[in-house]
């Protein structure tokens, strides 16, 4: 395997961001879910101003729109991909 290559082009993956990502590496956030059991923790793994991938277990399940704790503040986001543990999520603005 060729470990200087990233995941996307070792499998022949277009990244087609309009937004450079940063890695975030070991921060968590909280999201809610609209569901009536609260705020849940997850891991940010990275981010751009358009959006984020997070670390989610699969058991969880996600609505389409749901709101993310980023800034001190309360931002509206919706689920654009899931494969397993990843989401990446949109700003919605």
């Known amino acids: 395997m060729d470990k200087t290559k990233t995941i996307s082009e070792r499998h022949g993956l277009i990244d087609r961001r309009e937004q450079p990502r940063q890695k975030v ?3 968590t956030t ?3 879910l609209h569901d009536g059991r609260g705020p849940m ?3 940010i793994w990275d981010i751009s101003a358009a959006g984020a991938c997070l670390l989610i277990p699969p058991s969880v399940t996600l609505p ?3 709101k993310i ?3 001190d503040s ?3 986001a919706d689920v654009i991909w899931r494969r ?3 989401v990446g ?3 919605v603005v």
């Open 30 to 32: 909280l999201i809610d």
């Open 84 to 86: 397993d543990w990843h």
């Open 64 to 66: 389409r729109g749901f």
């Open 69 to 71: 704790y980023l800034d």
């Open 74 to 76: 309360w931002q509206a």
């Open 89 to 91: 999520i949109q700003f």
């Open 41 to 43: 923790r997850c891991r």
């Open 25 to 27: 590496g070991n921060e």
